[in-house]
């Protein structure tokens, strides 16, 4: 049996004559359709109301109700279900007039054949099928979507409530951090001398335990700042937002040989205070692991043209877990490069996680929650970040900004 489809449609055959819906009937079954018969146009219209059909086989020559009249009725009940006139005569141009007014689609003639009937019929089964999967896929997508956007509320919401449970632990945090370091400070300047040598050294090191705490404090509160903060988008010009950064840097060590390669003119579209807070973490996580080198090399540019940002389209990629470059309509990656002691590219992934860190505490103070931040802003860009390092010959941040 020959199973166009996993959709069984309903075709409906009309003929007043049993023999001849006998015949329409084993003419057709081969199709493994759900074949309903009726014997009269009143029994079709009960049909019709009944169920959806996908073609109707209508015999013109009938009793009481003719096919043409038939059809009529049957196309205010079904505007759009085909209809094939069945019939031995409407051989001339006013009895096909009359059918095609009536809603016919098409006509077969008696003696039938079988070849062409089965045909006709499978032509109409095909776009039931057609119809029946595109029905059950836009049910699918509609669900879906439903889904999806039931997912990211609650993904918001429960944004909103880590961010607001962050926000208020950090806030909540300072005051008693503020009382360890006062009382350790205190008893530092007061009662040192009382202290030997292993006490100095125990308070030595809650007073840099308080203050790594407090850094890291600090760091969250930024973090959630960046998150809740609105954003207001103007022209930024990312090159004079660099040598402003660069400047303070080199304010704070003065002893440090630094060059700062900064190029010229490049600008771009966003939030002011959160791109300063990009450069501020870019350029302070160069300058710190560079520090252990005797002259430092520190670059900020950008790449442009559809093949240079074609080949790091990979590189933004891999970063941030992406299958989606939506780098065509990119016209710059900026980066920040430096000549510092770099990292293990399998370990690159890493990098733009809160907490985590490539690096001893020792060898490298911080919280592991800079590059974060500037992945966070990156993000409320429609940008994208990533990064390329070797161990020992220094690392290249990237980002865009959507």
């Known amino acids: ?8 449609a309903n075709i409906l055959l009309v003929d007043d004559r049993p023999e001849n819906l006998l015949l329409l009937e084993a003419t057709l079954a081969d199709l493994g359709q759900n074949l309903v018969k009726a014997n009269s146009g009143a029994e079709a219209l009960r049909q019709v109301l009944k169920q959806n059909f996908c073609v109707i086989l209508l015999d013109v020559q009938m009793p009481i109700l003719d096919g043409y009249e038939t059809a009529a009725l049957i196309r205010e009940r079904s505007r759009y279900t085909p209809i094939i006139f069945v019939t031995a005569v409407g051989n001339s141009d006013a009895d096909a007039f009359r059918g095609y007014t009536a809603g016919a689609v098409d006509y077969v ?37 439903a889904e999806l956007a039931r997912k990211a509320a609650e993904l918001q919401a429960l944004n909103r409530e880590l961010e607001t449970f962050s926000h208020s632990v950090s806030h909540d945090l300072r005051a008693p951090l503020r009382s360890i370091q006062g009382f350790a400070q205190a008893l530092e300047e007061d009662c040192a001398a009382q202290l030997d040598a292993q006490g100095r050294d125990y308070l030595r090191r809650v007073r840099a335990a308080a203050q790594r705490m407090s850094e890291l404090i600090e760091d969250l509160l930024e973090l959630a700042r960046v998150t809740r903060t609105e954003m207001s988008r103007a022209p930024v010009d990312l090159s004079a937002l660099c040598a402003d950064v660069a400047a303070g ?16 003119g490049l600008r771009a579209q966003g939030d002011v205070r959160l791109l300063r807070i990009v450069m501020e973490n ?12 005797e002259r ?16 790091l389209s990979q590189v933004l990629n891999s970063e941030i877990g992406s299958t989606e470059s939506g780098l065509e309509q990119t016209s710059s990656i900026y980066f920040v490069r430096d000549n510092g002691v770099g990292f293990d590219p399998a370990l690159g992934h890493k990098l733009f996680i809160t907490f985590q860190r490539l690096h001893s505490r020792d060898e490298f103070p911080g919280t592991g929650i800079g590059l974060a931040t500037v992945a966070r802003i990156v993000q409320r860009h429609g940008g994208r970040v990533g990064a390329q390092g070797t161990p020992g010959k220094g690392a290249t941040f990237y980002f865009t900004l959507g």
């Open 109 to 145: 003639l008696k003696p039938i054949v079988p070849e062409i009937l089965r045909a006709k019929v499978r032509v109409f089964i095909e776009l039931f099928r057609l119809r029946a999967q595109s029905q059950e896929q836009a049910e699918q997508l509609e669900a879906s979507n």
């Open 249 to 264: 840097l080199r304010a704070a060590q003065p002893e440090r040989e630094v060059e700062f390669k900064i190029m010229p």
């Open 282 to 293: 870019l350029l302070g996580n160069a300058w710190k692991y560079t520090s252990k080198q």
């Open 1 to 8: 049996m020959e199973n166009l489809n996993s959709h069984i």
């Open 296 to 311: 430092t090399h520190i670059e900020f540019g950008a790449i442009v043209g559809p093949e240079q940002v074609a080949e």
